[in-house]
């Protein structure tokens, strides 16, 4: 279970108990697919809708890209690839590419309009056994396709005509170039449902496939977030409401940029994910909260400062999990370093004090606190904490009166590029 | 030359020119040493400054660690490792300890409080050869000063009366627990001069150790960043007191956000390094403009939405270099993708595009953007930007009324700390 504190906000903002009860008007709009996007909610009940059967073929496909490729070039932009590479730093490590292991590297590319960055990830795969997954609904998106391109040319020079057993795509059932490419060249093929935007489909094939070939336990992630969506949707949203609803009283208070703050490196990708969930969810007519990352303790010695002194416009989300490493800080050394009130403690203690202490200057400093406590990392919390933000970004954005289910400001740079280019 | 134009700013303050005017007495207060944290500016004259003495010991040490060590373990937080990061990435690759290459593989440790994360590090380096540098002026930094207690009692354990030689300082010239520790245990030792503060420091032992590992060529890197400072002193500030005083003009037009948008991979922890940088000189008094980065194209995908159509409380600011590859995108392809519109163009043109696309859209959508062109990316040019980037955070904060050297917020977590753990 993911549990929320709001007990860091007190005194801060004098609208909470309101929005707390326009939050169960919100979340009752989203159950009842009534609201703006309705049509983009199956995420929803997807922790219990999923098909087995797709789930079995994840695990074949998975098991013959283990089998056969020392690298998976995974190709996506934006939800095609953000929460997966999450998932990978946080279930098996932020350094997971450098681990000795019978898993293959996974490089996430097709996500920049830098040949640079994509001549280095080619020169990385160099003449190691490799296999390309394409993820993109309609096929189209130019970063993800042209490096497609670009990959699918190595391939069949490496491969020939079995350079078609090696790609796999995630794209929609029926529409779109890259359904009829895959049913055309006969290439191993997933669904996103239509139903499922982008930001909100890491728990479907896009982020599933990426991790069971990282050798995440993906029945284990559903289940969490299965069990999750239960508590939650049983319990009038629970704390992803509480969560939501705090969020737009601080917003509707002055607090316009919200920091989430995670205690552990391999955190940082969770952020990148939540920042694009919520910012491209509610960063709409005119209004929004702007979602920022701190990767602690390194940001402490960073916008640490501004947190503690500088304009009172903002609130902290601390992403809280248990320090799992038994790793002591050494009491016997013999350096003279003025640091023996810390010698002899284990790092989740000083994790743990880090934390408090950081919250306590804090908010004495005018920064209201949020408090997520995920337990511990592991398979379930990830799956659990996904299912948490999706729902409170979808109650979030309705509270704040936009469809937190369209991306009207993504295709402006695009028309734009393709008039240039034209 | 760093290059910066503000015509994206037009029409979205009225303020600039007095802002600009302002500017040149914040310079005057910078140069005379008369202003605030006056004690601390001796960046401003340092790629002249420094000792050739100095550079030829670092380059010595760079070669013995080179020839010695397979990993070079970097432990320091905040401006004692950012500049280094962003370095290597910039100049190598992103990618670096992915590498095949002659050098060390970096790591950058002592930065968190994770023990799950510095077990991840110490699995890395196992059985191979390493060496350890500190970074911290005192020495008694509690990120630092703990994982290095755990590093020297690994590197004993490995090298008995050996290890000695592969530890390397770089502290103050004569104050503190680790100088005192360099002279004691005869380490190899290099100075972080007082009359600069950490996040100042890039440009001194404190990078160009870490660089010259990595086989940067670090002669090449101050002399960009010489360069850039005759020609900005000799200006009255120049581009550097323009993209000062923009964006504090922008500031007290309500532009409470600017987000650094750099469209190249490399540029992550530049980012990161530039966010340190002005979060902490000038996020003080219940006042500083909140420093955000974008990761371009990936987060176009992101909060790219938010910057097309959200509050309209923040601006941009376009870090952009010249692509370099010369990679194409496949023409040829047998893909039916819809982006033939795209095939048998360079990336670079690609990418002007996108920059190109990306600026129309948000300006046309409220966003002010101003423009940082630093050429090619080459060692002379990473001196160059970081130069221009130190002296415009130095004007920026006089300009703000702050003392833009201190950093008296980043003391309160660690007070609480101490004494939740005493």
């Known amino acids: 279970m993911i549990k929320v504190d709001v007990s860091g906000t007190y005194g801060f903002c004098n ?16 159950l009842s697919g009534t609201g703006a996007g309705a049509a983009f909610t199956g995420w929803v009940r997807y922790p219990e809708n999923y098909a087995e059967s797709e789930l079995a073929r994840i695990k074949i496909a998975a098991d013959k890209i283990q089998s056969e490729s020392e690298v998976f070039v995974v190709l996506g932009i934006g939800g095609s690839y953000l929460g997966a590479k999450a998932a990978v730093d946080m279930l098996r490590s932020p350094e997971y590419n450098l681990l000795s292991k019978n898993t293959p590297d996974i490089y996430f590319s097709g996500n920049d309009a830098s040949g640079a960055q994509l001549a280095r990830i080619i020169r990385l795969v ?146 990148e994910w939540w920042k694009q969930l919520f910012a491209e969810s509610e960063g709409k007519d005119k209004k929004g909260i702007f979602p920022a990352s701190a990767n602690m303790t390194a940001d402490l010695h960073s916008i640490g400062q501004l947190i503690q002194d ?64 995920a337990g511990t990392i592991n398979e379930e919390t990830y799956g659990a904490l996904t299912y948490f933000f999706l729902l409170s970004c979808g109650i979030s954005g309705y509270l704040s009166g936009v469809n937190p289910f369209n991306q009207p400001g993504v295709e402006e740079y695009k028309r734009n590029m393709k008039a240039i280019l034209a």
């Not at 096929?139 to 069949?156: H, N, Q």
């Not at 304009?311 to 490493?325: A, D, G, H, I």
């Open 310 to 373: 500088g304009e009172r416009n903002l609130f902290e989300t601390m992403l809280l999990f248990r320090e799992q490493s038994n790793l002591v800080i050494p009491g016997d050394s013999p350096l003279v370093d003025g640091i023996d009130w810390l010698g002899g403690k284990r790092y989740a203690e000083f994790c743990n004090a880090v934390i408090a202490g950081t919250k306590k200057a804090h908010i004495a400093g005018g920064v209201p606190v949020i408090d997520i406590d």
């Open 126 to 271: 160099d003449a190691r056994d490799f296999s390309v997954c394409v993820i993109s609904k309609s096929g189209s998106t130019a970063e993800t396709a042209s490096a497609f391109r670009v990959f699918s040319k190595l391939l069949t020079k490496r491969y020939g005509k079995q350079a078609d057993s090696r790609i796999y795509t995630i794209t929609d059932a029926e529409t779109g170039y890259l359904r009829a490419a895959s049913i055309l060249h006969g290439w191993e093929s997933f669904i996103i449902p239509r139903d499922i935007g982008g930001r909100y489909s890491v728990l479907t094939p896009v982020g599933l496939l990426p991790m069971a070939v990282a050798g995440i336990d993906i029945e284990k992630v559903l289940a969490g977030a299965r069990t999750e969506m239960e508590s939650l949707l049983s319990d009038n949203g629970g704390d992803a409401s509480v969560y939501a609803a705090m969020r737009q009283a601080l917003y509707q208070s002055g607090k316009k940029i919200e920091i989430l703050s995670g205690f552990e490196p391999a955190l940082r990708y969770t952020a």
């Open 15 to 30: 609208n909470a108990s309101a929005v707390r009860q326009a939050a169960d008007a919100a979340l009752h709009t989203l």
